[in-house]
Structures are given as C-alpha cells and as structure tokens.
C-alpha cells in the first residue's frame, strides 16, 4: 500500500502516544505514583482513540485502547500449561518451620541458608505467556496441568503489561503470580451488587475468581483486580528458569519489576530459620492494616542452584514452604441467636455457636450485625455456619450453609419487645436497625453508657469494668452515671470478688476522675454520633459546657466537620430534661471540666511523629501521657513499627520493646517523657 505523506509522522505520533500510554499506566497502576492528571491522560487516550479510528491500518490489537474485548462465546478453552503450575506445601507452626529449614541444610550441608520470603497471596494463581514482547496468553491454574485461557479478562488488568519491550528479554517467557482484588475494591463492588439487587460476593477471593471468570471483559473491565508477579519462566531454556539466566529469586523478582510487573512490596531476603520466623511476625503484625488478604507467607530458597539441587516431592517444590497464619474461617453449628442490646438502645441479633477454633481463638459468639444480614443470609438456628474472626475483629457469621440444612428450620424473629426491659421495640422504616425504646429505664443501655462513661478513651476509671457495672445496676447501688461519684469503699467491697484493697484502689481512680478534659466529658456522656475526635472539637470551639449546651443546631453546624446529623444528636441531647438533670448531679457530685488547652497551630512540635507506651508508668496516668502528647501533635499508636518515632517504656514492658529494639526504634523511659513534656510544653 502506497503511504500518504506524512504518514511517518502519524506513525511516530500513534507509537509515542502508545508509549506513552503504557508508562502512564506503570506509574499508576503498579507504582501508586502518576505523574500527569487524569484529564492528561485521558487526553492522549482519546488522541490515539481518534487516531486509531480515522487510520485503521494502524490499528494494533495491543494497543492500550483495546483491553476490552468481544464478549466469550463459547467458554474458556482449556490450556495445557507449558510447565506444570505446582502447589505448595504447607507449615502450620514454627517446629514445622524449622524441620523444612533442617532438611535443606542437611541436604546441602550448609549451615545457613538465604531465602526470599514473599506474602501468601490470598487469591488465584495466573500464568502470562508473552511472546516476541506481547501479552499472548493468560491462563489459570486449573487442575495445576490443564487450566482455562481467560485472556481476555486479564488484558483488562490496568497493571498487566500487554507488551514489554526490552532486547534482553527471551522470545517466549511466561510471568505467574496472583491474580486478587483488593479488601475496598470488594467492598465497593458489593455495595454495587448489592444497589442493583445483585448477589454479593462472600469475600475477595471468590469475587477475584468470579470475576475473572466473566464471559463478558466488559465486566471484568469494570471491576478491580490486581495482579502481583512472583515468578517466570524462560520457555526458551526449557527449564525452571528466568528471563536471562538469572540466578536467584530476587533477582526474578527485581527484573520483573523493571520490566514493568507489579512486585508485592514486602517481598524481603532474609537468612537462616529466625530470619523467616520474624518475618512471618512482621507480616502478621501487618496483615490487618493491608488492603488485601494474604492467608500466610512463603519461603523460597532464593538460589536456583540450590532449588534444582533440593528438587520435588509430588506437587511441590521442596526449596518452598508456605508458612500459613491461622484460618480466619471455619464451619460450626448455629445453637442459638440473642439479641444484645447496645448504649444507644440498638439491638443486634449474637449467634451462640458451638465452640470453634478460628483466627487463633476458640469462638462461641458471633455477631449477626441486625435482621436485614440474618434474612439475606439465611441464617436460621440449627444451620451449620461459616464463621470468620479476622485479627483483632468482632467474629461475624458469614453465610449459612444452606446447602447442608436437612430439616425445615424457621425463619428467625425480631422480638417485638426488649429482652431486658420490656420495652417497645422500634424499627425505622428504611432503616436496619431496630431500637429497645426504653431508654435510660432499661438496665442494658444504662449498663452500657456506665461502660463507655469509665472506660479509657472517656473518663478512664481504671478497675471499673463490665463485670462490676453489672452488679451496681443489678442491685441498684447505680442508676445513672452521676450515682459513681456517691460510691463509697464500704459499699464497694459489699460486690461479689471486691477486697479491701481493690475497693480502695476503685474508689481512688473514681476520684481521680473528678478533672476532665471537657472534651473527654463530653465524649464520655454517650451522645450518639459523638466520637472522641467530635468531642475534642466541640469542646475546643466552645470553650465551656454551658455554652454546648446552650448551641442550637446552626451553632453547632458551625464547629469545622459537624453536620447537621452530629448537630441534631447534640441539641437533642441537651433538650433532654433527663440529661440535663444527669449533668447537673455530675457537677453536684464535684465533676469538674478541665477546658481544652488550645494550641495555636505551629505550635504543635510532635506533628507527624508517632509515639507508643509500653508497660506500666509511675507518675502519669496512660491516659494522660497520650492526651498529653496528643497536645503536642503526636499521634499515639498501639503498636510499634518502623516509622515510629519512639517507644515510651514504663515498669514491666511487654512484646513491643524486643519489637521496638529489633526495629532499631528508641526507646525512652518515663522521666525521659516527662523531661520531653516539660521542654514542650510552654
Ligand atoms: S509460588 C512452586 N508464591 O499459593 C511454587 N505461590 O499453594 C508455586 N500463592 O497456587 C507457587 N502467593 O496461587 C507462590 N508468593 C507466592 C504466592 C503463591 C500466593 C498461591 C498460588 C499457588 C498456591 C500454592
């Protein structure tokens, strides 16, 4: 075909534009670090889209315009994998951990070895074959044999390269990973789901697979999968090798990633049997602040050497190990479903459970959330149960199992009134949860809000916990929250399991209670909506509590992130004659508000560091070393890692200063913090 003028220039432009494209894409779906808006981006795109159109002869099937494709039709053909894709072998506990690192210096007579510990992602393996620099197949794992060609799903992977250009690379290479969507894309894509009468996935593994599995990429286009490389293949070389005979794992994994593949970013060599222990601490400690879910670690002998030396048994590789945290699922019996009765009167449905050992515990309540989840589970007493206890999360009860109920079970009820107090019970039209009406009449409720009242983050009464307010409501030494102040030692060591000694300290840190910050008084009052965040800020823009109380909602409305639902609790709370007459037998009692130090912005020297305690401190209260530092700009933290500032060590440390001291994080002790305070505070 003859060429137009200018056609050299129209080619550089679509092949620069495409270029471009691709690096865009890098940098954002693989490195989280884009370097032009979106509207520049989506100005090149429709560049080439126009291009492309007007000049078909350029067309180009792997062109960043086309990663959605025609509908299936027919299914996925099958595929037989190249190489076949192998499982692991497992390790449930350190012993099993060690006896793997044994065999292998036993084997290699080596006394230490070095290994790449990697993430156990939690979702579907994928082998990608690229040829002559081109995406050319995607297959799953299938049986480990013969897996399915879903192709064009995962060309609609923004972080999958649909070409890679680089002369060293060999003709035929195939990368393998994992294919999984992220903890808020699952959430999001279910909110969907669900808003279009959809059915929502169980959890982000089946949503990765179901999605994957779409006939139509359209679909799979529209929801978010993410793809991390853990391997490759040189087909070229015939063997278990790499792309230009490279010779350990890390380096794979390094070149995967200046080829352009997403790398996990935790990905990290370490050596010798303590090396991959503490690493497997280290992501567990993690895991929850992840946006995916990863359901262990794996240990790769990093050599190639060595791993061809160690070879395999059955399916798996014996230079590998999956080293799994413990199954944050597992099937039980329904025994029973209660309803407890929450602070603001809310009731949620507790499914009693036969015991079950999950996420590292043994679980006999579950959460059912309220009767919207237990009807679109199905979830009726007697049923067999998935239940799921994920770190440190409430266990919920995922699905029943409708597919194992042998006899008819009925359909579980909402009592019409409240278990505790016989009040009403009311359902808001539209709204999920349902509502004992009784108020400060019912002894749940009351119970509750004298929790919240004493517990650490409100008026910090140590030693007041849910067993003893138990008994104050139940033999009405305590009605409502001002009664705590009229307790005496005498009448403290009247309760079940309360010694002199005991009394006296309760009595103690009851009194010290006395002098709040008004915007811990605030919090600590139980307005619902009104977090410890609110609160502060409440209290700072008001600056007195007669002046909160006073506000109208408009007034309200004008403290920085109060809106009017905020603002209407608050009012409300305070029209209330009850309340007021509580807040008034508080100050009668000798509460006495502390106001809200304000500190003039730039003035806050600790911003940005983040402070943790340990063990126990001599002269301040935990409670007001955090308030303290928080005044400052720090944050406090519960837990120690890389980026914290330092670790505050009182008497009896615990876990967190070996962490701190492994991390290389200072540690300071009590005077040193109070010496900090004191230069800071001016
Ligand atoms: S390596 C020869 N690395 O675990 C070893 N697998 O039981 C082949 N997986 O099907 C796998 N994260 O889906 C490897 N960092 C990782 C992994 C990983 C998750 C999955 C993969 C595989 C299964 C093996």
């Known amino acids: 075909m003859a060429e137009s003028p200018g056609s050299e220039n129209l080619n550089a432009r679509v092949a620069a534009l495409r270029q471009q494209i691709q690096e865009h894409n890098h940098r954002y779906y693989v490195l989280n670090d884009p370097t032009v808006p979106d509207g520049e981006y989506d100005r090149l795109m429709r560049e080439l889209e126009a291009l492309e159109r007007e000049h078909p002869e350029l067309d180009d099937p792997d062109s960043p315009t086309h990663r959605v494709g025609a509908k299936i039709e027919d299914g996925f053909d099958s595929v037989v994998h190249h190489t076949p894709m192998l499982s692991l072998a497992n390790a449930f506990d350190d012993e099993e951990v060690a006896q793997f690192d044994q065999r292998i210096r036993d084997q290699l007579d080596l006394d230490e070895l070095n290994y790449l510990a990697e993430p156990k992602l939690d979702g579907l393996a994928i082998s990608l074959r690229y040829q002559h620099g081109r995406l050319a197949l995607a297959a799953t794992r299938g049986d480990g044999r013969t897996g399915e060609d879903v192709t064009a799903n995962v060309r609609t992977i923004r972080s999958i390269p649909l070409t890679v250009s680089d002369s060293g690379l060999p003709e035929q290479f195939e990368?393998?990973?994992?294919?999984?969507?992220?903890?808020?894309?699952?959430?999001?894509?279910?909110?969907?789901?669900?808003?279009?009468d959809e059915k929502p996935f169980v959890n982000p593994r089946n949503a990765a697979s179901g999605t994957l599995r779409q006939l139509d990429p359209a679909i799979t286009a529209d929801r978010p999968l993410r793809f991390f490389a853990y391997a490759a293949i040189d087909l070229e070389q015939d063997q278990d090798s790499s792309p230009q005979t490279l010779t350990c794992q890390s380096a794979v994994l390094q070149r995967l990633a200046d080829i352009g593949f997403p790398v996990s970013p935790l990905v990290q060599s370490v050596s010798g049997l303590q090396g991959l222990l503490d690493y497997h601490a280290r992501i567990?400690?993690?895991?929850?602040?992840?946006?995916?879910?990863?359901?262990?670690?794996?240990?790769?002998?990093?050599?190639?050497?060595?791993?061809?030396?160690?070879?395999?048994?059955?399916?798996?590789?014996?230079?590998?190990?999956?080293?799994?945290?413990?199954?944050?699922?597992?099937?039980?019996?329904?025994?029973?479903?209660?309803?407890?009765?929450?602070?603001?009167?809310?009731?949620?449905?507790?499914?009693?459970?036969?015991?079950?050992?999950?996420?590292?515990?043994?679980?006999?309540?579950?959460?059912?959330?309220?009767?919207?989840?237990?009807r679109r589970k199905d979830v009726r007493v007697g049923d067999q149960v998935i239940v799921r206890r994920a770190g440190d999360v409430i266990p919920e009860v995922v699905r029943a199992m409708v597919e194992r109920r042998s006899e008819d079970l009925a359909?579980?009820?909402?009592?019409?009134?409240?278990?505790?107090?016989?009040?009403?019970?009311?359902?808001?039209?539209?709204?999920?949860?349902?509502?004992?009406?009784?108020?400060?009449?019912?002894?749940?409720?009351?119970?509750?809000?004298?929790?919240?009242?004493?517990?650490?983050?409100?008026?910090?009464?140590?030693?007041?916990?849910?067993?003893?307010?138990?008994?104050?409501?139940?033999?009405?030494?305590?009605?409502?929250?001002?009664?705590?102040?009229?307790?005496?030692?005498?009448?403290?060591?009247?309760?079940?399991?309360?010694?002199?000694?005991?009394?006296?300290?309760?009595?103690?840190?009851?009194?010290?209670?006395?002098?709040?910050?008004?915007?811990?008084?605030?919090?600590?009052?139980g307005i619902r909506e009104v977090g410890e965040v609110s609160a502060q800020l409440l209290a700072r823009h008001f600056g007195t509590l007669d002046a909160l109380m006073a506000a109208d909602t408009e007034a309200l409305q004008?403290?920085?992130?109060?809106?009017?639902?905020?603002?209407?609790?608050?009012?409300?709370?305070?029209?209330?004659?009850?309340?007021?007459?509580?807040?008034?037998?508080?100050?009668?009692?000798?509460?006495?508000?502390?106001a809200e130090a304000v500190r003039e912005t730039g003035s806050r020297p600790l911003d940005g560091k983040t402070f943790v305690l340990t063990g126990r401190l001599e002269q301040l209260k935990r409670s007001e070393a955090k308030g303290r530092l928080e005044q400052l700009g720090a944050r406090v933290s519960g837990s120690v890692s890389k980026s914290t500032h330092a670790l505050i060590a009182g008497a009896d440390p615990g876990s967190k200063l070996d962490r701190a001291e492994s991390l290389k994080v200072p540690v300071i002790d009590e005077a040193d913090l109070l010496e900090l305070l004191a230069g800071l505070e001016q």
């Not at 799994?324 to 449905?349: N, S, Y």
């Not at 109060?562 to 509580?582: D, K, T």
């Open 175 to 196: 990368v393998r990973g994992e294919i999984f969507m992220s903890r808020s894309g699952f959430a999001e894509l279910n909110q969907r789901l669900k808003r279009q």
């Open 284 to 374: 567990a400690d993690q895991r929850d602040a992840l946006d995916y879910d990863i359901d262990g670690v794996v240990y790769k002998l990093d050599d190639f050497e060595q791993q061809l030396e160690m070879g395999y048994v059955s399916r798996s590789p014996r230079w590998a190990l999956a080293h799994k945290f413990p199954a944050e699922e597992a099937i039980t019996r329904l025994r029973d479903i209660d309803v407890q009765v929450g602070r603001t009167g809310k009731l949620t449905p507790v499914a009693r459970l036969e015991p079950v050992f999950v996420g590292g515990v043994t679980v006999t309540n579950a959460t059912l959330h309220n009767l919207d989840e237990i």
């Open 411 to 525: 359909e579980w009820q909402l009592p019409s009134h409240c278990p505790v107090c016989n009040s009403r019970v009311e359902q808001v039209e539209g709204q999920a949860d349902a509502r004992c009406s009784g108020g400060l009449v019912c002894a749940a409720q009351r119970k509750r809000a004298l929790e919240h009242f004493a517990s650490r983050t409100a008026m910090d009464i140590d030693g007041l916990g849910s067993k003893l307010i138990e008994q104050l409501v139940d033999q009405e030494l305590v009605h409502d929250l001002s009664d705590l102040y009229g307790l005496d030692v005498e009448t403290l060591t009247s309760l079940d399991r309360m010694g002199q000694k005991s009394a006296e300290n309760l009595a103690a840190s009851i009194d010290r209670s006395r002098r709040p910050q008004l915007g811990r008084l605030l919090f600590a009052l």
């Open 558 to 594: 004008a403290v920085d992130e109060i809106g009017p639902i905020v603002a209407g609790h608050v009012h409300e709370f305070f029209n209330e004659a009850a309340n007021r007459a509580v807040i008034q037998k508080l100050l009668d009692a000798g509460v006495e508000w502390q």
